[in-house]
């Protein structure tokens, strides 16, 4: 009964997904008489599937966050290559591409070196060995990729392409803040993890004595970026790509990331008085400004 469950579950998550591209593709361009998202959204799970075969069958989490990033790349080469020609570049496209694409090669190789270090992802290891929900877990992926990039696809693959204004300006400003805030935090958190008297210790230093979860708060302010870059293509329908941050925020905050990492941290320092005076004093995403 679980495993018909989880793939009901898959088949909901990619009929969302779709009925969502569907809607923000108002203005989308059509390519061979097919709608532009449409194709992206069929490249974005078809490359979760087809990676889902070996790593369920090697029972391997190793290159799920890997896949995740490759993923990204692949959708938006595939989607300046669709709209751009050399006679006629449109350099804001290839900013907001180049942008994600930057971030993403950034965060895969971080994660794939972590979890080479250290061996296995602990949230995989009861999902890995159940195929109906390593399954459903890849497919979860592919909406993750499609709906935190759809603003930006809205944008490439309207008409116009990225609009150039004062907008665009501010948008990559906050892509650069939260960018530069999400590497400083992993790379303190590295540092820190890299030091043997720190081993079972959690880290309260650096950006993470401001907030709980800053590379977290950084993700959602790089992705709120590329939203503002974007939003000045938008027509009708297409507004509702306003929706990418929005659900990168819920997806970190109550389902994958700081959820997990909450309970996790409370069963394994509950017990300490400092770690309880620490959570009680330092804000769990939007870092304080004063110590």
Not at 5 to 31: D, H, Q, R
Not at 37 to 55: K, S
Not at 100 to 113: C, E, H, K, T, Y
Not at 175 to 181: D, Q, T
């Amino acid at each position: 009964m679980i495993h018909l469950i989880n793939l009901a579950i898959a088949a909901g998550v990619f009929i969302f997904t779709k009925t969502y591209a569907g809607l923000i593709s108002f203005n989308s361009i059509e390519i061979s008489g097919t709608n532009l998202l449409e194709h992206i959204l069929i490249i974005t799970f078809v490359i979760q599937w087809i990676a889902f075969i070996p790593a369920f069958a090697l029972k391997t989490e190793k290159f799920y966050d890997l896949t995740g990033s490759l993923t990204y790349l692949s959708i938006f080469i595939y989607c300046l290559i669709a709209t751009q020609s050399i006679e006629n570049l449109n350099f804001s496209n290839l900013i907001v591409a180049g942008a994600i694409m930057i971030w993403a090669v950034r965060l895969g190789s971080f994660l794939f070196m972590r979890i080479s270090r250290d061996g296995k992802d602990e949230r995989f290891n009861l999902i890995k060995t159940s195929f109906s929900r390593f399954f459903m877990t890849w497919t979860l992926q592919g909406m993750w990729v499609f709906i935190c990039s759809s603003a930006a696809l809205v944008a490439i693959t309207s008409p116009m392409g990225v609009i150039v204004n004062n907008i665009l300006i501010l948008g990559l400003a906050l892509f650069i803040l939260g960018f530069a805030i999400e590497i400083i935090a992993d790379n303190q958190k590295s540092a820190f993890r890299s030091k043997v008297e720190n081993k079972d210790s959690f880290i309260n230093e650096g950006l993470w004595a401001r907030s709980r979860h800053p590379n977290y708060f950084g993700e959602i302010v790089l992705w709120a970026g590329i939203t503002v870059m974007s939003v000045s293509s938008f027509e009708g329908m297409s507004y509702l790509a306003l929706f990418s941050p929005i659900f990168t925020f819920l997806l970190l905050n109550y389902i994958s990331g700081i959820r997990i990492l909450e309970e996790r941290g409370q069963k394994k320092w509950g017990y300490i008085e400092e770690y309880n005076k620490y959570k009680k004093n330092t804000p769990k995403l939007i870092p304080k400004i004063f110590c």
